[in-house]
């Protein structure tokens, strides 16, 4: 059974503060993701990678930064937190195209 | 620019009859679409797939129509049942080699018994 877990389940921030996601798969898995989750807006990609050190933007890069050091680890950097990045963080991996394991969610509150 | 559109933000059924989830995309060089299903506080699970090389793809109550020309796919769940009741997202490969994908808004569906 694949398994992709994330560092936290909530968490709490307060504006310009630097904060970091972690996101581990235990699958030997290739490609990750990160996305963001907002009412009405479905999932946005904000980065993805495709191997170790290797990362390519998505859709919605502003505000974000990524690290893969490891294969099985991925992490997303908010480098100064602002408001408007209050959300649920979703991390996924996927060694097959397309067909993506998700991890349960950050919820993240900037206040 | 929306590639990838639920325009239902909801659909409510009774349990045992049929629901039908609808999407629509834009992007012509889209060959791969999914359905994933997301409960509260949890993070999305993989449903059903299908390729554009077919038009239909069953797997026990979940079967996928795609319409190459309407481009426009539906996820068709019978009979429905309470346990269903979730966020349903469609999903395109947005470019090839990568596994990135393009979601939908999604639909909220909700079984009552």
């Known amino acids: 059974d694949v398994k992709v877990t994330q560092s936290s389940r909530y968490l709490v921030k307060r504006t310009g503060e630097k904060v970091f996601l972690e996101c581990v798969q235990d699958?030997?898995?290739?490609?990750m993701f990160w996305y963001r989750q907002d009412p009405g807006l479905g999932l946005r990609l904000i980065y993805f990678?495709?191997?170790?050190?290797?990362?390519e933007k998505g859709d919605i890069p502003e505000g974000y930064s990524v690290s893969r050091e490891k294969k099985e680890r991925f992490s997303l950097i908010l480098e100064s937190a602002s408001t408007n990045q209050t959300s649920m963080y979703l991390c996924a991996s996927s060694l097959r195209l397309y067909e993506q394991y998700f991890g349960p969610g950050t919820r993240l509150t900037v206040t | 620019d929306q590639q990838v559109k639920q325009n239902s933000p909801s659909l409510s059924v009774q349990e045992g009859r049929i629901s039908i989830l609808n999407c629509d995309y834009t992007?012509?060089?889209?060959?791969?679409f999914l359905w994933y299903k997301k409960y509260p506080a949890e993070g999305p699970t993989f449903l059903i797939s299908i390729s554009s090389i077919k038009d239909k793809n069953e797997d026990g109550r979940f079967t996928v129509f795609l319409n190459k020309s309407a481009k426009h796919l539906s996820l068709h769940i019978v009979p429905s049942q309470p346990g269903d009741s979730a966020v349903y997202f469609c999903?395109?490969?947005?470019?090839?080699?990568?596994?990135?994908?393009?979601f939908g808004q999604g639909t909220t569906l909700q079984v009552k018994p």
């Open positions: 999903a395109a490969n947005g470019r090839s080699n990568t596994g990135k994908l393009i």
């Open positions: 990678s495709y191997d170790v050190k290797m990362k």
């Open positions: 992007n012509s060089m889209f060959d791969y």
């Open positions: 699958m030997d898995h290739e490609n």
